[in-house]
């Protein structure tokens, strides 16, 4: 789970939607430093989570920038996600736009701002409720590798890939393939996505890492969205996460998997697929999933499975998303 836990209330049915149209871009801006995103656009400060106080009648949200003051807001009842919501419970989306220094959210006598790092939503009874700017963090965010893990990154060299390319002490997303290769293993990986709030869909901070060579956890700025096979935590083409616990752009996040190899017998024929537990930023999203596929799209490796053993694959899809302390736990 993930650190500061928020345990929150919704409030669903008291907030509707306004729709505005974003300017379209044909260069989307983009930011890979926090601190400058910070500086030179406003946005930047007003997207990620909110919540209010105390332990009855709360209310979690998620705040997405959509790009020159454009935004939409995820109320959510129970909580932020991996703290209180759960899918079976409501998740209302609000638009807005930045209007004299307030973010607006409008509709008949219900209205929500955002200004000065909180957010006020007023009921139609008069009521007011509000949520404090909140950032959390994973868990396993800096976790040190255990005795027997292989370091195939630490910050100081790319010595352990092939095609690696590091910047600023940090691995990008490249197309680099691990030199060595594994049958079953425990990994951790650390990435953050850029900040891209005019980009939308796969073109938001997509990139993926392929376990075994072949199938692909996928890595994507879809922070606040429903949670598809095609968004963060998702195993792409096989199953979408349990939830999505996705955390805002340039926030470094975490994933943590536990990879049970392909079974052959002593003919060579495949007798069990592979199965996979994945942790995204500490929570668990996928429990013991079978991979009943050979390769998912884009794989390096696309052909009939035949080994027990590959690589790791972080993938290139034309973003600057970077990594920091990869290791693996083979295993025995």
């Given at each position: 789970m993930l650190k500061k836990r928020c345990i929150l209330f919704g409030v669903g049915a008291l907030l509707t939607t306004v729709t505005i149209t974003a300017q379209p871009k044909s260069?989307?801006?983009?930011?890979?430093?926090p601190e400058v995103a910070l500086r030179e656009d406003p946005d930047f400060a007003v997207q990620g989570e909110y919540r209010s106080?105390?332990?009855?009648?709360?209310?979690g949200a998620q705040v997405v920038a959509l790009g020159m003051g454009q935004f939409e807001m995820y109320v959510l009842e129970g909580g932020l996600p991996g703290a209180g919501w759960e899918p079976a419970l409501s998740r209302t989306l609000v638009k807005g736009e930045r209007k004299d220094g307030k973010i607006a959210f409008v509709e008949g006598n219900i209205s929500s701002t955002i200004e000065?790092?909180?957010?006020?939503?007023?009921?139609?009874?008069?009521?007011?409720?509000?949520?404090?700017?909140?950032?959390?963090?994973?868990?396993?965010?800096?976790a040190k590798p255990p005795e027997g893990a292989v370091v195939l990154f630490d910050g100081s060299s790319i010595d352990a890939w092939l095609n690696g390319k590091m910047e600023s002490?940090?691995?990008?997303?490249?197309?680099?393939?691990s030199k060595q290769q594994f049958g079953d293993y425990k990994l951790h990986v650390e990435f953050r996505t850029p900040y891209k709030p005019d980009a939308r869909s796969q073109k938001r901070g997509n990139?993926?890492?392929?376990?075994?060579?072949?199938?692909?956890?996928?890595?994507l700025d879809s922070f606040g969205l429903?949670?598809?096979?095609?968004?963060?935590?998702?195993?792409?083409?096989?199953?979408?996460?349990?939830?999505?616990?996705c955390l805002p752009p340039l926030t470094w996040q975490t994933y943590d998997v536990d990879f049970t190899a392909a079974k052959f017998d002593a003919a060579g024929q495949r007798i069990a697929w592979p199965r996979i537990t994945v942790r995204l930023n500490g929570v668990l999203i996928h429990e013991d999933r079978e991979l009943i596929k050979d390769f998912t799209p884009a794989a390096p490796i696309s052909k009939p499975l035949t080994s027990p053993e590959g690589p790791i694959f972080l993938q290139q899809h034309d973003n600057p998303v970077a990594f920091r302390n990869i290791w693996i736990v083979?295993?025995?």
């Open positions: 260069e989307p801006r983009l930011w890979t430093d106080s105390g332990d009855k009648g709360v209310v000065n790092g909180a957010i006020s939503l007023i009921k139609a009874d008069g009521a007011k409720v509000t949520l404090n700017r909140t950032e959390r963090t994973s868990p396993t965010l800096n002490g940090f691995m990008m997303a490249v197309g680099s393939t990139s993926g890492i392929y376990q075994s060579g072949r199938w692909e956890t996928q890595i429903e949670g598809k096979d095609n968004e963060c935590g998702g195993i792409y083409s096989i199953a979408k996460p349990r939830l999505n616990m083979p295993g025995k």
